[in-house]
Nanobody, 124 residues
């Protein structure tokens, strides 16, 4: 089965930028879609951005449109999330995941495998 590992989180001031990476390994089949999610303390896990494998389509939560960019490097088996103009509301534990079945965009139940998360903290 596939394994995912996030990195690149940290603490930044509002208005700053971070780039998260998700290395995918263990299976050449990485699913039909990859995604980034976040979870605030005591909050529910929510979708941030998703991308069809190969990069043909992307989906962004309204709260991050125009600020975040999801991308995939097929050769390196790596998923990225470029986060610009960060706001305190972006604070949370960020996860990457892969989906093997479902529609577009995938629903929460479609995401099969998850990383352990990387913390992003944005201070004002």
């Amino acid at each position: 089965q596939v394994q995912l590992q996030e990195s690149g989180g940290g603490s930044v001031q509002a208005g700053g930028s971070l780039r998260l990476s998700c290395v995918i390994s263990g299976d050449s089949n990485i699913g039909y879609a990859l995604g980034w999610f976040r979870q605030a303390p005591l909050g529910e896990r929510e979708v941030v951005a998703t991308i069809k494998t190969g990069g043909s389509s992307t989906y962004y939560a309204d709260s991050v449109k125009g600020r975040f960019t999801i991308s995939q490097d097929n050769a390196k088996n790596t998923l990225y999330l470029q986060m610009n103009s960060l706001k305190p509301q972006d604070t949370g534990l960020y996860y990457c995941a892969t989906a093997y079945s479902g529609g577009w965009p995938p629903q929460m139940v479609d995401w099969s495998y998850w990383g352990q998360g990387t913390q992003v903290t944005v201070s004002s």
